[in-house]
């Protein structure tokens, strides 16, 4: 992030944590409860936001080298990433050419050629068609026509982006704004390196995972012995860009560095960052790396979602870890269980009370959701869905 926007925005944490103030929206907002629980709405999202618009896979560090490759299905088209000999990121339709089986059935890993499983036909891995078993047998086809169908994608900032539709266009300029793009440009993402992943499959609409990333009104009551001896809660900054957001939160660590001379401020140390990514990505960097958060819908249901969270980390922070680990020293291994902690957290006590908000929401005795003046993000992820979904803007009620 740039200097000067670090700056404001420590210093506009800092005037909050002495004015005992927030960020304000000016007003509260309401949402009606079948936001979570309508069927009808929940297939113009999966129409709109994932089958039809361009999705974040992942990170240039899950291709860390000349022919890796990663696979999803998370979106509902299988996608195979990769990352060819030449060095360039590829997508296409994991799709066998044959008769459609899922060609490659890795999650990812270190592959120039993809065999199907059924047949083993064999691609390589810029789509082509390289081989197919008894052609005398089976007979002569056109190799040519048979490839794999290539998907638009990009790699940028160190984000991976695929269109699921032939069709698609990614235009970042639209995506993101030149606004999120000259930030995305300051920081480092690209150097990020993959090391693991988590799944947490809940009882809940995709949405509500989202939401509880938004706020930290509830800090110090859901997480008053977890992440509250961390964090201030009820402090943050906010600002929109297009259909993103970048929330700010306030860590206790800004109380020390304060101290300091403005020129060693630094908004990872005295903040966590939380970028939301419309549709459905959260993205916290930190100093030592990052999380992504990817949510989707499970089962065609607005009631069943899945929480990808992914770690990545600087290669000197995981050499620096790996030296650690080699003398002994447990300070590396803490600061991955940092990091799982985090994503523990999330897990048991974010997620918990979602799947219980959706419950709540579920049994039809509650109209409407109210999102408050210090919950700014919130009001712009739902304005947002619904003004991509061509549904009237929510008013901001003025109290
Ligand atoms: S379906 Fe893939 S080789 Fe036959
Ligand atoms: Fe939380």
Redesign the pocket.
């Known amino acids: 992030m740039e200097r000067s926007e670090q700056i404001r925005i420590l210093k506009g944490l800092m005037s909050h944590l002495d004015s005992k103030t927030n960020v304000d929206a000016g007003g509260i907002m309401k949402t009606p409860s079948d936001t979570y629980t309508c069927e009808d709405r929940f297939k113009m999202e999966w129409d709109t936001f994932f089958l039809n618009h361009p999705q974040i896979i992942g990170m240039s560090g899950d291709l860390p080298k000349n022919d890796t490759f990663v696979t999803t299905q998370d979106f509902g088209i299988p996608i195979l990433a990769t990352r060819n000999s030449k060095g360039e990121f590829k997508a296409y339709a994991n799709v ?1 050419s ?4 899922i060609v490659e059935g890795e999650r990812k890993g270190e592959k120039s050629k993809f065999s ?1 499983p ?4 064999t691609f390589n891995n810029q789509g082509s068609l390289i081989g197919y078993p008894k052609g005398d047998h089976f007979g002569e086809i056109d190799k040519s026509c048979y490839g794999l169908k290539p998907l638009p994608c990009i790699e940028k900032y160190g984000f991976l982006w695929v269109h699921p539709s032939e069709e698609g266009e990614i235009n970042l300029n639209d995506l993101l704004g030149s606004n999120l793009i000259k930030e995305f440009e300051s920081w480092n993402f690209e150097k990020l390196l993959f090391t693991n992943e988590e799944e947490y499959v809940t009882d809940m609409n995709w949405k509500l995972a989202i939401d509880t990333f938004g706020e930290t009104y509830h800090f110090s009551v859901l997480h008053k012995d977890s992440l509250f001896e961390n964090f201030h809660g009820n402090c943050q900054m906010f600002d929109s860009f297009k259909r993103n957001g970048r929330l700010i939160l306030c860590k206790r660590e800004i109380d020390e560095m304060r101290k300091l001379p403005e020129k060693d401020w630094n908004i990872c140390t005295g903040t966590l960052p939380v970028y939301y990514l419309f549709p459905n990505i959260i993205f916290m960097p930190t100093n030592e790396g990052a999380f992504l958060v990817k949510e989707y819908p499970l089962e065609n249901s607005p009631n069943k979602s899945v929480s990808k969270v992914c770690f990545y980390f600087y290669p000197e922070v995981l050499e620096y870890i790996k030296n650690l680990e080699k003398s002994g020293n447990q300070e590396g291994i803490t600061l991955q269980e940092q990091y799982g902690g985090f994503a523990d957290v999330i897990r048991d006590e974010d997620y918990v009370v979602a799947a219980s908000s959706h419950k709540g929401l579920m049994s039809g005795k509650l109209d409407y959701l109210t999102f408050g003046r210090n919950e700014p993000a919130l009001h712009h992820y739902h304005n947002t869905y619904r003004e991509a979904l061509g549904l009237q803007s929510l008013p901001l009620i003025q109290n």
């Open positions: 066998c044959h008769r459609g089986v199907c059924f047949h083993g036909w």
